[in-house]
T-cell receptor, first 115, second 111 residues
C-alpha cells in the first residue's frame, strides 16, 4: 500500500496522559500536514512540514501539542497532559509540493478518545 | 481572517442533479478544493479550481468565481454511494499553501 498510513488507528487514554501518533506519508511527498476533525466539522489545520522543517503551526494549538518530522519522512504528533476536549480524529495528509494543485492525500486518521 | 460557508445538509434523489454552494472570504487566495468524505473515512480529492470557470470531471463539475468568492460542486446522475460529506477548502498562498476547510455539506441521496 503506497498511501498515507497512520498509527494507531484508535487510541483511548485517560485525562492527563501523554499520547503520540505516527504518520507515514507517501514516500516522494515532501509536504506533510496534521489536521484535527470533530464530528460535523471539516478538518482543522494544526501544523505543516516541508521536508523536516515545521513551517507553520496553528495559533489554536496549545503548548501541549508538538510535532516532529526528524528526517523529512515520517512525522509524530504528541499531545501532553491530554484533556477531554482533545478527543477527535487526527488526520495526516501529504502532498508533492510541486505542480498545479498540490492535492493533499489523507491518511485514515487516528481517533483519540480521552476519558 | 478567513471564513468558508456551505450548507449543512442537502437531500437529493437518485439520478438527479445537485449543486452544493460554497462562499469564502480569505486573504491570499490561491485555489479552491472540493473533497468527498464518507462517514468514518478520510477525505478524498474531487477537484481543484484556481481560475474562474467550470472544471468538469465525469459526473462531477466544480465552478469558481474569484471576484464573488463563490464556488459550487455539481453532481450529476446521483448514485446512492454519493451520500457523503462534501468539503470546500481554500488554499492560501502564504505559509506553505495552508488549506482551510469548511464544515462540509452532508448530502443524503434517497431512492
Amino acid at each position: 500500500d503506497t498511501g498515507v498510513s497512520q498509527n494507531p488507528r484508535h487510541k483511548i487514554t485517560k485525562r492527563g496522559q501523554n499520547v503520540t501518533f505516527r504518520c507515514d506519508p507517501i514516500s516522494e511527498h515532501n509536504r506533510l500536514y496534521w489536521y484535527r476533525q470533530t464530528l460535523g466539522q471539516g478538518p482543522e489545520f494544526l501544523t505543516y512540514f516541508q521536508n523536516e522543517a515545521q513551517l507553520e503551526k496553528s495559533r489554536l494549538l496549545s503548548d501541549r501539542f508538538s510535532a516532529e518530522r526528524p528526517k523529512g519522512s515520517f512525522s509524530t504528533l504528541e499531545i501532553q497532559r491530554t484533556e477531554q476536549g482533545d478527543s477527535a480524529m487526527y488526520l495526516c495528509a501529504s502532498s508533492l509540493g510541486q505542480g498545479a494543485n498540490n492535492e493533499q492525500f489523507f491518511g485514515p486518521g487516528t481517533r483519540l478518545t480521552v476519558l | 481572517g478567513q471564513n468558508i460557508d456551505q450548507p449543512t445538509e442537502m437531500t437529493a434523489t437518485e439520478g438527479a442533479i445537485v449543486q452544493i454552494n460554497c462562499t469564502y472570504q480569505t486573504s491570499g487566495f490561491n485555489g479552491l478544493f472540493w473533497y468527498q468524505q464518507h462517514a468514518g473515512e478520510a477525505p478524498t480529492f474531487l477537484s481543484y479550481n484556481v481560475l474562474d470557470g467550470l472544471e468538469e470531471k465525469g459526473r462531477f463539475s466544480s465552478f469558481l468565481s474569484r471576484s464573488k468568492g463563490y464556488s459550487y460542486l455539481l453532481l450529476k446522475e446521483l448514485q446512492m454511494k454519493d451520500s457523503a460529506s462534501y468539503l470546500c477548502a481554500v488554499r492560501k498562498n502564504t505559509g506553505g499553501f495552508k488549506t482551510i476547510f469548511g464544515a462540509g455539506t452532508r448530502l443524503f441521496v434517497k431512492a
